[in-house]
């Protein structure tokens, strides 16, 4: 097992290697964890990030794509859905909590002033938070596999950040190179690593979010037979709340996943509640809009905002016999969205570090 000492050594190693003067943050290459996980690397000047498994490339690729105008939640949502080491290699004491000054301190390893490096593990839907042992372990095979590459690709010309990894991808001869995108795949050998092209196919990267069934058919009878009010139209809306909260389970703090059902020709908010886990919880959102519907009578068709709501409920509706779509943007619906953000945000101004111990379950938090 990889010692505090090794790391924060290979970590001072790097930081007087200039590598981030070498690679740009768009020379996407991979080293492979001790588990088999593909740790996708990217260097930017004095810090870099290691994506990890699908939902890190995902998350990356998302990142690079996303629409600079876009509203302030779509952009929070693709920053928080990360799952990533985050390393930053610039920072004073004020910047480090006091679990990573004694970690350096016990290291032996001295930084100079303003040059201490921080090191995090960013889960997705979770705020970033301290590496356990086996991260450590992970991240010390991250920044050897980036010594390696140095090295590596510096024999097929690579001399600069604008020289990207073309000059190694030419060597290889690929002949689909130029129609199909390869990255380099380092695996930690006895004697160094090896070195492999990988295509990167889509097979490698996407967004799956869960979709209800009803699986109980007295149920699906009952709602299925249930009389829909003419006109009768309900938005349905999540999104991914910017504020870290302390979960009911586990310490890390968590961006919980809103759920909010509007009635737009009332102009009422029927439901409004939030969930740790939206994977392990959506169940629940289902739960609520039925006793919803119970309450305010059967829709005509339900108008889906944000991207987990259309999968969570384009087969529900099949089942029931409603009318499931797509909603359009609307200017009210968003209002709501952002005040509720806003009233949350003035409540709780503090910083939710490693060590934040607040608990932020509230009436509308189930």
């Known amino acids: 097992m990889a010692n505090n000492t090794t790391l924060y050594e290979v970590v001072k190693e790097y930081q007087n290697s200039n590598c981030d003067a070498v690679f740009s943050e768009n020379d996407l290459f991979c080293i492979e964890m001790h588990d088999g996980t593909p740790c996708y690397v990217s260097v930017v000047e004095n810090a870099l990030a290691g994506y990890l498994g699908e939902k890190g490339i995902t998350g990356y690729l998302r990142l690079c794509f996303q629409d600079p105008e876009a509203p302030f939640l779509q952009k929070a949502e693709l920053e928080n859905s990360q799952e990533c080491f985050i390393v930053t290699l610039n920072n004073s004491e004020e910047d480090l909590e006091k679990e990573d000054m004694q970690a350096m301190n016990e290291s032996g390893v001295s930084?100079?002033?303003?040059?201490?490096?921080?090191?995090?593990?960013?889960?997705?839907?979770?705020?970033?938070?301290?590496?356990?042992?086996?991260?450590?372990?992970?991240?010390?095979?991250?920044?050897?596999?980036?010594?390696?590459?140095?090295?590596?690709?510096?024999?097929?010309?690579?001399?600069?950040?604008?020289?990207?990894?073309?000059?190694?991808?030419?060597?290889?001869?690929?002949?689909?190179?130029?129609?199909?995108?390869?990255?380099?795949?380092?695996?930690?050998?006895?004697?160094?690593?090896?070195?492999?092209?990988?295509?990167?196919?889509?097979?490698?990267?996407?967004?799956?979010?869960?979709?209800?069934?009803?699986?109980?058919e007295e149920k699906r009878i009952q709602y299925k037979t249930m009389k829909a009010k003419p006109g009768k139209v309900l938005y349905y809306a999540t999104f991914l709340y910017p504020e870290p909260f302390k979960p009911s389970k586990g310490s890390v703090p968590v961006f919980p996943v809103v759920s909010m059902i509007f009635?737009?020709?009332?102009?009422?908010?029927?439901?409004?509640?939030?969930?740790?886990?939206?994977?392990?919880?959506?169940?629940?959102?289902?739960?609520?809009?039925?006793?919803?519907?119970?309450?305010?009578?059967?829709?005509?068709?339900?108008?889906?905002?944000?991207?987990?709501?259309?999968?969570?409920?384009?087969?529900?509706?099949?089942?029931?016999?409603?009318?499931?779509?797509?909603?359009?943007?609307?200017?009210?619906?968003?209002?709501?969205?952002?005040?509720?953000?806003?009233?949350?945000?003035?409540?709780?101004?503090?910083?939710?570090?490693?060590?934040?111990?607040?608990?932020?379950?509230?009436?509308?938090?189930?």
């Not at 609520?288 to 969570?312: D, W, Y």
């Not at 934040?356 to 189930?366: I, K, Q, Y």
Request: proline letters at 4%; glycine letters at 6%.
């Open 111 to 216: 930084f100079d002033l303003e040059k201490y490096p921080l090191f995090r593990i960013k889960r997705q839907y979770h705020f970033p938070w301290f590496l356990t042992k086996e991260d450590e372990e992970d991240l010390l095979l991250m920044f050897q596999g980036i010594l390696f590459a140095k090295n590596y690709f510096a024999q097929f010309g690579k001399i600069s950040r604008t020289n990207s990894l073309n000059p190694w991808l030419e060597s290889l001869g690929l002949e689909d190179g130029s129609s199909k995108e390869y990255f380099p795949y380092l695996k930690k050998e006895a004697d160094g690593f090896s070195v492999s092209a990988r295509e990167l196919s889509d097979d490698d990267y996407g967004v799956v979010f869960p979709q209800a069934h009803m699986n109980n």
């Open 263 to 366: 009635d737009p020709q009332k102009h009422e908010l029927l439901d409004l509640f939030m969930v740790d886990d939206y994977e392990e919880d959506h169940i629940k959102c289902i739960s609520r809009l039925l006793e919803v519907i119970e309450q305010v009578g059967k829709p005509q068709a339900l108008h889906c905002f944000g991207e987990r709501s259309f999968p969570l409920l384009s087969k529900l509706g099949e089942q029931i016999g409603i009318k499931v779509m797509q909603g359009k943007r609307d200017a009210e619906l968003e209002a709501l969205m952002q005040e509720f953000v806003f009233q949350g945000s003035e409540e709780d101004q503090h910083v939710h570090g490693p060590d934040c111990s607040c608990d932020h379950h509230g009436s509308s938090h189930d």
